[in-house]
Each structure stands twice: as C-alpha cells, then as structure tokens.
C-alpha cells in the first residue's frame, strides 16, 4: 500500500541533510571516545525551577482537561500585550493563535496562506524544516540567497524578481544558521517587495530577545506591513522552555481564526498547565529570559574572540541567535568535509553549511550550547584544525 504524496513528498529531493555528523558524533560518544556536540540548537542550561513549578502546581490545581483550540484567553492576552510592547503595533487576542511551538505556527500560517501549488520563497541559508514545511503545506519551495559577502543579507534583486510568481516570503532574523539579524535597509526592502507584488510576509522571529544589536524591529512593525505579515514566536529559545512546546503567531485577525479551524481538525490545542507556565514565563519571567540572553550574548563575544586575528576559519560576528557560522572556504574543503574530517580528528562535531542550502557551502555552523570552557576549546581546536589542514595543503593565507 502506497503513502499519499503528500507525505512521500515532504522530504523532497536530494540526499544528504548533513545529520549524519550528528549521527557519528553520537556513535563515537556511546562508543566511549570524547566528543563536544555543537551540532544541536537546544539549550545546555535547565529551564528556570519557578517555571517547571508553575506547570506542576497548574497540573495539580486540576488544569488537566481541553482546554479553548486556540489557547487561553489569558495568555493569549499576555502575548498581545507582550507583542504591542515590544513592537508598537496595536495587537489583541483577535490576532494571537497559540501553537504547539514556533514550528506548528510555521505550519499554521503556512496552511492558511497557501493553495497547493502556490510558491512559499525562502531565504538560503535557512532552518532545517523550511523547504519540508513549505511542502507539506501543499507550496511550492523557491529560495532567495543570502551571501556571506553582504553579511548574509537575502539578496533583495532576487527577491524581486522572484516576486511575481509567489505568493508568500519567508524570512527569519536573528537568523539560525548565520546568526545575522536584518538591517533596517533590508526590512524596508522587503517590505517594498511585499507591498509592490502583494506577497505575505512570514517573519521568524523565534530569536526576537536574542539580538545582540539591541534594536530587534518585527518585520510586522515596518510601516504598511501590519496587514500582510505574520510574525511566528515561541519560548522554546527566549525562555529555555523547547520542550513546552508553546509558541504562537500574530497576524491579522482572519488569519488568527483561519489557525483555528486547522487547530481545531489537528492538534486540539495545547496543554492546560502547559499554556498556565507559559502565562507564568510572560508575565514573571523576565530574569529568566535575560538570563538565558546574557548567556548566548557572552557565548557569541567568546567564539569572536576564538577567531580573532586568524585568516583560515573566519566567523561573522553573529548579531543574535545561538549559532555561530565559520567561514571555512580558505581550506578548499566543502562544509561536509571539513565537518567529517574534524569530527575524526578532534572529536568536535559541528554542522555542514550545506545542510542549510547552498549560499553557506564551505562554512559550518556550531551551536553554542555547550559550557563556556568547553566552547573556548572545541572552537579553539577547531580553529587550528583549519589552520593546520590549509597549511599542510599549501592553502593557507598566512
Ligand atoms: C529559526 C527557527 N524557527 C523555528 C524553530 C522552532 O522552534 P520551536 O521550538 O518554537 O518550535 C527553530 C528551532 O530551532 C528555529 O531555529
């Protein structure tokens, strides 16, 4: 018996999605030999104890039932009013579906946007599950590129050539992979792309506390967009809660109720004390959230340092985020080999650019998600693994 198309297709072409760096690295530790993980985005650090308590003390005060598909008034109250104080658009319930996560709030706009067939833009390089998302919507992925040489902006004369024949543009800063954030000269862009070819815009803003520039602008705040644009959330990363599974997007209020028919045939919503410690992170836990920023903020500043001074491994500073992506072109060598080879060598595992789409070939991305001390070492070594690998092949810059 044969699997619909749907699903077959989720995956879409090609072969290698670069895990298998992942894969070994876990082989290699169970097997007893010392490895530094840098692959996976998920936090090293606990999620604050007062959060945990306030899921448990919700499950034992009884919020254990259904609870309203599209997420409790209460906290969808508190994400408005979040959203409009940090942005400065008017924003009420009537915009807020609360998701299972970032990503159902990626599929959810995605579902209430596009027609099978409809082309979804990207920017490359991009989060692992855009293109398949975009799929199992029914759309069309196309991708727009993002060069490292303009600090892996999404190049804006693609952009609009691509425009005509789509119907929904994806982006998303602090960006995972690159850890860049859009300038204002890129939002406006974008923004006169959207406007002059009537796109939606789909702005990921999952990393919105973690800018280190400290002027993080929502796409959906940039004048006239408010209409056309659906910002996702979620406190999987600002709150260290990705096993909650709570996150929600904002956008205009057909679209909050388009999500509610779809929650309503799929998920059915989201845990009651789930959605009771999410109110509680909101609303009581700004330590916690500046904490975690203060964290990946120290981290970026220590792998800059790491790389300073040196030609061979090169990192674009990253704006936010939690990911630092290393230039390694100067060793000849593909991101999936550098990757490999270091992996075997030095027990440091790290992310092919590949993995993310073609604009970050020859780069390879690590998560900073492991304890300053080991940080500063597996980037250190990894540092001089390049260095010493283009100098044995005579490529080295000096
Ligand atoms: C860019 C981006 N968007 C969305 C997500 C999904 O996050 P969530 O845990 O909220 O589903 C991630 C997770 O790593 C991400 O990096």
Redesign the pocket.
């Known amino acids: 018996m044969k699997l619909s198309n749907r699903i077959l297709g989720i995956n879409g072409p090609g072969g290698s999605d670069g895990w298998e760096v992942y894969y070994r690295a876990r082989e290699l530790k169970a097997a007893g030999q010392p490895v530094i993980n840098l692959t996976v985005?998920?936090h090293d650090a606990p999620t604050d104890p007062s959060i945990v308590q306030a899921l448990a003390d919700s499950a034992a005060a009884g919020s254990t039932k259904y609870t309203p598909v599209q997420g409790k008034p209460e906290l969808r109250r508190a994400i408005a009013a979040r959203v409009q104080a940090r942005t400065g658009v008017p924003t009420t319930i009537d915009n807020i579906a609360v998701t299972?996560?970032?990503?159902?709030?990626?599929f959810s706009a995605l579902m209430c946007l596009c027609d099978p067939g409809d082309t979804a833009l990207f920017v490359d390089p991009y989060?692992a599950?855009y293109p398949g998302t975009i799929r199992a919507a029914g759309a069309t992925p196309l991708t727009i590129p993002a060069r490292p040489e303009t600090h892996f902006q999404p190049d804006l004369d693609k952009l609009a050539a691509a425009a005509p024949k789509a119907k929904v543009l994806l982006i998303?800063a602090p960006?995972?992979p690159t850890g860049v954030s859009y300038s204002a000269e890129t939002l406006h862009g974008i923004a006169e792309i959207c406007q002059k070819h009537d796109l939606w815009l789909i702005s990921?803003e999952?990393?919105e506390t973690l800018d280190w520039r400290g002027d993080f602008q929502s796409s959906r705040a940039v004048p006239g967009m408010a209409d056309r644009t659906i910002t996702?959330?979620?406190?999987?990363?600002s709150h260290v809660m990705?096993g909650f599974?709570?996150?929600w997007l904002v956008g205009p209020a057909d679209v909050a109720e388009g999500v509610l028919n779809l929650t309503t045939n799929t998920t059915y919503g989201l845990a009651g004390f789930v959605q009771d410690a999410g109110l509680f992170a909101i609303t009581k836990g700004d330590a916690a959230q500046a904490a975690s920023a203060a964290l990946y903020r120290r981290r970026a500043a220590l792998a800059v340092e790491v790389f300073q001074g040196g030609n061979t491994i090169t990192l674009t500073p990253p704006d936010g985020?939690?990911f630092a992506m290393l230039d390694a072109r100067a060793t000849r060598l593909s991101g999936q080999d550098f990757a490999h080879r270091l992996l075997d060598e030095t027990g440091i595992a790290v992310m092919p650019g590949e993995s993310f789409g073609q604009s970050a070939a020859g780069h390879v991305r690590a998560a900073l998600t492991v304890d300053d001390e080991n940080l500063r070492d597996a980037l250190q070594r990894l540092r001089e693994f390049g260095e010493t690998f283009a100098r044995e092949k005579g490529h080295s810059h000096g």
């Not at 299972?100 to 990626?106: F, I, P, S, V």
């Not at 996702?232 to 990363?237: A, D, E, H, P, R």
């Open positions: 985005g998920d299972n996560g970032g990503q159902a709030a990626l989060y599950t998303n960006n995972n990921d999952v990393y996702l959330g979620s406190l999987s990363k990705t599974r709570l996150g985020g939690m």
